[in-house]
């Protein structure tokens, strides 16, 4: 008589077999459909280069990299991110400084700029060190002219050249139709734009994850006409089912009682991420500095100098004229107010966790896009 542990082993036997035949048949299957494709990148899921071979390009303030992984050591990634809000809120400038941290990852990538605002000169890009040197300039003027070109670049660059590309904008593109109507004197409603946003989108967003190429989208928003209004992004529902990841911009003002506007707390509102929660909120604060500054209370106090002043005796030549004379104040005059004339990246003035140290908890629970006196800005 056969014996419990005996049937037991046959068993187990038995059915390694089994696993070890259905295996074969499955990767006997699999082989035969891959084979079969005619499609270059068809392969195994476990091994497809399209999911394992995912590259993360780390920008150098790590709270951008939350919010675009979930991680403070994760950052930028294939397809497409869309940063939308009002004016003034830095989206060009979170699109240059991400795309300055893909070009100093990969020395021998470019960058495709993509232009129909023209509010981006030289100076600009070279603030983010970026070389303008490795930036194609492309100016646009339509939906479609944007769609034939990027089409066309796409389907000739090859897996593995790395390509960086920027739109800037989409909400100040017009389509064909639009521009028409306006040179024959057509005055009438334009229903074809978001139809040639969502064609673009829907040809665009396989080639830039085949290919492993981010593209940075900045796009308008308004606020809906409900009673609660919120934040839209402009151009149709195609953009926001293409994109990996949709920002919506905010920001507040950090203002000092005496000594007015000190800069701005920008807000990151995750409206779609494939890798973070939605609705999180992300701060980065941006302060503009100073070269008098305030170290107590009633006394101001010039950059590196140790003597200390009441507000009455600054209003005097004495404490003027040095400053004046002085060639880093003029520096600092420049710097402070040209656009573009300093680095936008410096950790002293742009740290992400000392910007998340400075919004309490009741301020991010109650967060609005703009405080009262920034309604009247366009």
């Not at 000739?156 to 909400?171: C, F, H, N, T």
């Not at 396989?206 to 609660?228: F, G, Q, R």
């Amino acid at each position: 008589m056969t014996s419990p542990k005996t049937l037991s082993n046959r068993f187990c036997d038995l059915q390694q077999r089994y696993t070890a035949y259905y295996f074969y048949i499955m990767s006997s299957l699999l082989s035969k459909l891959k084979k079969n494709s005619k499609i270059e990148l068809t392969e195994v899921l476990d091994k497809s280069e399209l999911f394992n071979e995912k590259d993360m390009i780390p920008t150098d303030i790590p709270m951008l990299n939350v919010a675009l992984s979930g991680s403070l050591d994760g950052g930028l990634s294939s397809g497409l991110t869309v940063l939308a809000g009002p004016s003034k809120h830095f989206k060009s400038s979170y699109a240059l400084l991400m795309a300055s941290a893909y070009l100093k990852k990969y020395p021998d990538a470019v960058m495709m700029f993509y232009d129909s605002e023209f509010g981006s000169p030289q100076q600009y890009f070279k603030t983010f060190g970026i070389d303008v040197a490795r930036v194609l300039h492309t100016p646009i003027i339509d939906v479609e002219k944007l769609k034939f070109d990027l089409i066309n670049q796409l389907n000739a660059i090859e897996r593995g050249e790395k390509v960086i590309i920027v739109i800037d904008s989409i909400g100040n593109l017009a389509s064909k139709k639009e521009l028409e109507d306006a040179m024959n004197e057509k005055s009438v409603a334009d229903m074809s734009r978001a139809k040639a946003l969502k064609a673009l989108f829907r040809m665009v967003t396989p080639y830039l994850t085949m290919k492993d190429i981010p593209m940075l989208a900045i796009n308008h928003s308004y606020k809906t006409m409900e009673m609660y209004s919120k934040d839209v992004m402009s151009g149709g529902t195609g953009i926001y089912y293409s994109a990996n990841a949709v920002w919506m911009l905010g920001r507040q003002q950090d203002k000092d009682k005496e000594a007015g506007l000190q800069g701005y707390h920008f807000i990151i509102n995750i409206d779609k991420s494939r890798f973070v929660k939605e609705k999180s909120k992300i701060p980065i604060s941006v302060s503009f500095g100073g070269f008098v500054t305030k170290p107590t209370v009633g006394w101001y106090q010039k950059k590196g100098d140790s003597d200390k002043y009441r507000e009455k005796d600054t209003y005097s030549a004495e404490f003027w004229e040095p400053l004046l004379q002085n060639a880093e104040f003029k520096e600092f005059v420049k710097s402070f107010y040209t656009v573009g004339y300093r680095s936008m990246i410096d950790g002293d003035v742009v740290d992400a966790n000392e910007a998340s140290g400075k919004l309490s908890k009741a301020d991010l629970a109650n967060m609005r896009d703009e405080g009262d006196e920034d309604d009247g800005e366009e």
